[in-house]
């Protein structure tokens, strides 16, 4: 899994409650991603980083926010968990942005709102 | 519309045929054309990865881009039930690495 570790692996939470996801990586690439994927949409980008405090918004960025504090570590946090939020969760890492290799994905989240 | 189309199938072949799974795109800035391959449960790993248009072979898989009508295949020779998983395409332009997929083909073979 190129060095990705994604926790927790499973959660269940209720709705508005905070919820925090983390993606830690050994492999010191550059750029970390956040995609959730849902039956019939495929994965979506929420967020994603391109440095150390570094972040930018993706195509479903709404309900979340993202820190890069360090090179390995990317959070997502969902500030008030809403049940639209249910969803896998996968981070994802690249080395370079344009051209390259090409991004590795950890084996993903599984979030609940009840 | 999406960007990408893929047709989420599900498709079921028996053991040895060969597997042909499709997307269309309508961005004209995507140059980077992935194949990503996804197990139950899993997450997605990269299985081809093409620049522009052409061919790209790998062992019983192959990669095809037609930048000129906006379509993308993989091509899938003596297929192996370990071959079953659902198929994600992949496009990208030039920054970042921001990618965006298709729905998924879910793809199963069958002994």
């Known amino acids: 899994d190129a060095g990705i570790t994604q926790s927790p692996r499973h959660k269940v939470t209720e709705t508005g409650t905070p919820v925090t996801l983390r993606c830690h990586q050994t492999?010191?690439?550059?750029?970390m991603y956040w995609y959730r994927q849902d039956p019939g949409h495929g994965l979506r980008l929420i967020h994603y980083?391109?440095?150390?405090?570094?972040?930018d918004k993706g195509e479903v960025s709404d309900g979340y926010s993202v820190s890069r504090s360090k090179t390995e570590d990317f959070l997502l946090t969902l500030e008030s968990a809403t049940s639209s939020q249910t969803s896998v969760y996968f981070c994802?890492?690249?080395?370079?942005?344009?051209?390259?290799?090409?991004?590795?994905f950890g084996q993903g989240t599984r979030l609940t709102v009840v | 519309q999406k960007e990408v189309e893929q047709d989420p199938g599900p498709l079921s072949v028996p053991e040895g045929a060969i597997v042909s799974l499709n997307c269309t795109y309508s961005?004209?800035?995507?140059?980077?054309f992935m194949w990503y391959r996804q197990y139950s449960r899993k997450g997605p790993e990269l299985l081809m990865y093409?620049?522009?248009?052409g061919n790209k072979e790998d062992g019983r898989f192959t990669a095809q881009v037609d930048k000129s009508s906006k379509y993308i295949s993989l091509f899938i020779r003596d297929s192996q039930p370990s071959d079953s998983a659902t198929y994600l395409c992949?496009?990208?332009?030039?920054?970042?690495?921001?990618?965006?997929f298709g729905q998924g083909t879910i793809l199963t073979v069958h002994p």
């Open positions: 093409t620049y522009s248009s």
């Open positions: 492999e010191n690439h550059r750029y």
């Open positions: 980083s391109y440095g150390v405090k570094d972040t």
């Open positions: 994802a890492i690249s080395e370079s942005g344009s051209g390259g290799t090409e991004a590795f």
């Open positions: 961005n004209s800035a995507f140059q980077y």
């Open positions: 992949a496009n990208r332009g030039t920054s970042y690495g921001k990618l965006t």
